[in-house]
């Protein structure tokens, strides 16, 4: 069974840079398979794509945040990385991180957390 | 940018009704990349439909998927207490894979 598991501050301040990790386990990250994103929910709101990174590396962000977006893989830890910098009241969220089966979309979900920014 | 606009925003049905949530997208999603989850109060949405009408694993065939080029639907055949819930389409076609802004269907 594919668990995967979000971990980092739940407060950042503003103007700062927002680092969770997502841990992935019972399956490797390495897989060609699949892809690895990230996907956002403000509090009350509906859902927001992030972006996504492969085993390799690669990646596709979401035009609206792409220049405060970098992604990350680390194979020998089997987790993924989001960085989102210049945070603002906005951003302020439940991140989710998730499987994505190459060709399809995501199956597999972490249960989030949630990111506050404030001062 | 695909936008996908679901409708209605809320529907109140009982138990044992049928749901109809419908999505359009702004252009035509390609070769029925289109998903639907499912999410509750302070969980993350679960996938249902995949490839606009393939139920995802362990979905009840309660639910079912339809539609193809910019109008998608999903039917709850006979609603469950644990159905009431809000619903996402998401369109996986494009960059970016964009979402819907949510059907709720609540109890009546």
């Known amino acids: 069974q594919v668990q995967l598991q979000e971990s980092g501050p739940g407060l950042v301040k503003p103007s700062g840079t927002l680092s969770l990790t997502c841990a992935v386990s019972?399956?490797?990250?390495?897989?060609?398979?699949?892809?690895w994103s990230w996907v956002r929910q403000p509090p009350g709101k509906g859902l927001e794509w992030i972006g996504e990174?492969?085993?390799?590396?690669?990646?596709t962000y979401n035009p609206s945040l792409k220049s405060r977006v970098t992604m990350s893989v680390d194979k020998s830890r089997n987790h993924f990385s989001l960085k989102l910098s210049s945070v603002t009241a906005a951003d302020t969220a439940v991140y989710f991180c998730?499987?994505?089966?190459?060709?399809?979309?995501?199956?597999?979900w972490g249960q989030g957390t949630l990111v506050t920014v404030s001062s | 940018e695909i936008v996908l606009t679901q409708s209605p925003g809320t529907l109140s049905l009982s138990p044992g009704e049928r749901a109809t949530l419908s999505c359009r997208a702004s252009?035509?999603?390609?070769?029925?990349?289109l998903a639907w989850y499912q999410q509750k109060p302070g969980q993350a949405p679960r996938l249902l439909i995949y490839?606009?009408?393939s139920r995802a694993t362990g979905i009840p065939d309660r639910f079912s998927g339809s539609g193809s080029g910019t109008d998608f639907t999903l039917t709850v055949s006979r609603l469950e207490p644990e159905d009431f819930a809000v619903y996402y389409c998401?369109?996986?076609?494009?960059?970016?894979?964009?979402f819907g802004q949510g059907t709720k269907v609540e109890i009546k």
């Open positions: 998730a499987r994505v089966v190459v060709g399809l979309t995501a199956d597999y």
């Open positions: 998401q369109q996986y076609g494009g960059s970016p894979r964009t």
């Open positions: 019972g399956e490797s990250i390495s897989s060609s398979n699949n892809w």
């Open positions: 990174i492969s085993h390799s590396g690669s990646t």
């Open positions: 252009q035509s999603v390609g070769s029925r990349y």
């Open positions: 490839g606009a009408s």
